[in-house]
């Protein structure tokens, strides 16, 4: 458990963080900040660049890249190529 996946609500959510974060590794890349929003269960946003917001995870592990739904690790790396 890492200290991104302990924001999580669901189990859904704590699985698809911890994908994300694998998915990062492989991109040498990292989060720099992270925060929750709404109410239990809540939605995680996680940072890349200071206070960017760039990846959204809903309650039920919907994962948002610059508001494109991201299904696998190739679309999550189209995704950050179009902001990064």
């Not at 809903?58 to 679309?75: C, F, H, Q, T, W």
Request: charged share 30%; no cysteine.
């Amino acid at each position: 458990m890492s200290r991104y996946t302990r924001l999580a609500s669901t189990n859904e959510q704590e699985e698809s963080i911890s994908r994300v974060e694998k998915w990062l590794a492989k991109l040498n890349k990292r989060i720099v900040g992270a925060t929750t929003i709404g109410k239990s269960p809540q939605a995680v946003i996680l940072d890349l660049t200071y206070q960017g917001g760039e990846i959204y995870v809903s309650r039920d592990g919907e994962i948002r890249v610059n508001d494109e739904l991201v299904e696998d690790n190739v679309d999550f790396e189209e995704a950050l190529e179009v902001e990064f």
